[in-house]
């Protein structure tokens, strides 16, 4: 008896005990749920810097696009964190490193083939989740590396809807390339369809240092070919680049064959190209299809002022991407953030886009277009879609 006693004089103390407490003290609501660290690195100063700032933007807008303007996944907020690498390989690696030692296990982005070549395998080595952005090298993704994916294009990509160029069968096609990673894997990308089919390939590398093309543009013009592949990513030298292709005559004998840059290039273009039967390929311009999301884009960016680039697409596939990631992962375990991405397909800015699972190449369409001029001003036009991009 004395023993149950004291139990129920203990349960006497304890509800005594609770009632003292003051009045204006509560018990404490259920932990708020921790943030979701996001790591951006990318070029906003330097030669990519335009194709930095696209994707940025479109990034911003993706993520509260595709979590319906609440910045939130699992019920946990997305804080972003935005570093400048200048394109420099050195800078990102820092910056990697600073991310995950705050705990980020999602980083996206850089324009800079350099610099995700650099950042796929510190990827690895972490277990982070790395997704490219513009960068086009294409040993950037590859079976042996689950950690990167990507959400632009390969070079190889790129140059798909070249493939059936005719005649090429014994004809010279100069490979005029920068002496870089982006140079290298378009003049590989050229070599893989080309030289089956019997075209004749010949490189020019220019360094990245260069200010004056006209030894090389004159050395173009020398090599009398009937194509001229020119792969470019430095928007601060391209004009200069190609107006020395132009005077020392190249365009005259021989047809241009490049990749469509970002908007501001269009009148340089359409201005080099005329009467020169340009064949340009392009991953994406503004309005070159239309989907819901590209609908949706379009009518915030007039609000808002902005404008739509090369790279637009890739900062909104890299925020589906993200989202998709933490699908059911409130945790951010990378594993279950890599199996939610192998075979992902959704509709993006231009079309179906789909995670190869195999290498995590993102298969998509691509286009040859045209500039023509409107007004003014030059426009590209769209010759033709080429579906479901897989090289």
Same mark, same amino acid.
């Given at each position: 008896?004395?023993?149950?006693h004291?139990?129920?004089?203990g349960?006497?103390a304890a509800?005594?005990?609770?009632?003292v407490?003051?009045?204006?003290f509560s018990a $404490?609501?259920?932990?708020?749920?921790?943030? *979701? @660290?996001?790591g =951006?690195?990318? #070029?906003?100063s330097?030669?990519?810097?335009?194709?930095?700032?696209?994707?940025?933007?479109a990034?911003?807008?993706?993520?509260?696009?595709?979590?319906g303007?609440?910045?939130?996944v699992?019920?946990?907020?997305? =804080?972003?964190?935005? @570093? %400048? %690498?200048?394109?420099?390989?050195?800078?990102? *690696?820092a910056?990697?490193?600073e991310?995950?030692?705050?705990?980020?296990k999602?980083?996206?982005?850089?324009? #800079?083939?350099?610099?995700?070549?650099?950042?796929?395998?510190l990827?690895?080595?972490?277990?982070?989740?790395?997704i490219?952005?513009?960068? @086009?090298? &294409?040993a950037v993704?590859?079976?042996?590396?689950k950690?990167?994916?990507?959400?632009?294009?390969t #070079?190889?990509?790129d140059?798909a809807?070249? !493939?059936?160029?005719?005649?090429? !069968?014994?004809?010279?096609v100069i490979?005029?390339?920068?002496?870089n990673?982006f140079?290298a894997g378009n #003049?590989?990308?050229?070599?893989?369809?080309l030289? $089956?089919?019997?075209?004749?390939?010949?490189d020019?590398k220019?360094?990245?240092?260069? *200010?004056?093309?006209?030894?090389?543009?004159?050395?173009?013009?020398?090599?009398?070919g009937?194509?001229?592949?020119?792969?470019?990513?430095?928007?601060?030298?391209?004009? +200069?680049?190609?107006?020395?292709?132009?005077?020392?005559?190249?365009?005259?004998?021989?047809?241009p064959i490049?990749?469509l840059?970002?908007?501001?290039?269009?009148d340089?273009?359409?201005?080099?190209f005329?009467?020169?039967?340009?064949?340009? *390929?392009?991953?994406?311009?503004?309005?070159?299809v @239309?989907?819901?999301?590209?609908?949706?884009l379009?009518?915030?960016?007039?609000?808002?002022?902005? !404008?739509?680039?090369?790279?637009?697409?890739d900062?909104?596939?890299?925020?589906k991407?993200?989202?998709q990631a933490?699908?059911? /992962?409130?945790?951010? %375990?990378?594993?279950?953030?890599?199996? /939610?991405?192998?075979?992902?397909?959704?509709i993006?800015?231009?079309?179906?886009?789909?995670?190869?699972?195999? &290498?995590?190449?993102?298969?998509q369409?691509?286009?040859i277009?045209k500039?023509?001029?409107?007004?003014?001003?030059?426009?590209?036009?769209?010759v033709s879609?080429?579906?479901?991009v +897989?090289?």
């Open positions: 008896m004395r023993k149950h004291g139990i129920f004089r349960g006497v509800l005594a005990l609770a009632l407490v003051p009045a204006g $404490p609501a259920q932990a708020a749920k921790a943030d *979701t @660290k996001i =951006v690195i990318t #070029s906003n330097g030669p990519l810097k335009s194709y930095g700032d696209a994707y940025n933007d990034l911003e807008w993706g993520l509260s696009y595709y979590t303007g609440t910045m939130k699992n019920g946990s907020k997305l =804080v972003v964190t935005k @570093k %400048d %690498d200048g394109a420099d390989p050195a800078a990102a *690696t910056f990697f490193k991310m995950v030692g705050n705990g980020t999602i980083i996206v982005g850089t324009a #800079s083939s350099g610099v995700a070549l650099t950042l796929g395998p990827a690895q080595q972490n277990k982070v989740l790395y490219s952005g513009p960068a @086009k090298n &294409d993704t590859s079976a042996a590396n950690y990167v994916f990507r959400s632009g294009n #070079s190889l990509q140059f809807p070249l !493939s059936n160029i005719k005649p090429i !069968s014994g004809k010279k490979l005029f390339v920068e002496d990673a140079g #003049s590989g990308a050229a070599k893989l369809f030289a $089956p089919k019997g075209a004749i390939l010949e020019i220019v360094p990245t240092t260069a *200010t004056d093309f006209t030894p090389f543009a004159k050395k173009a013009a020398d090599a009398n009937a194509y001229i592949f020119v792969a470019w990513s430095n928007a601060l030298t391209a004009g +200069a680049m190609f107006t020395a292709l132009r005077q020392q005559g190249v365009f005259a004998k021989t047809r490049t990749g840059a970002g908007v501001g290039s269009y340089i273009y359409g201005t080099i005329d009467g020169a039967s340009a064949i340009l *390929t392009n991953s994406y311009f503004p309005g070159v @239309k989907t819901p999301t590209s609908i949706a379009a009518k915030d960016y007039a609000k808002t002022g902005k !404008s739509q680039d090369l790279f637009t697409s900062g909104v596939n890299a925020a991407m993200i989202v933490l699908k059911g /992962n409130p945790g951010v %375990d990378v594993d279950t953030a890599i199996k /939610n991405l192998e075979g992902f397909t959704f993006g800015l231009k079309g179906i886009m789909k995670v190869r699972a195999s &290498d995590h190449v993102l298969i369409p691509m286009f277009v500039l023509v001029k409107d007004g003014a001003r030059y426009k590209p036009v769209l879609t080429l579906r479901n +897989a090289h």
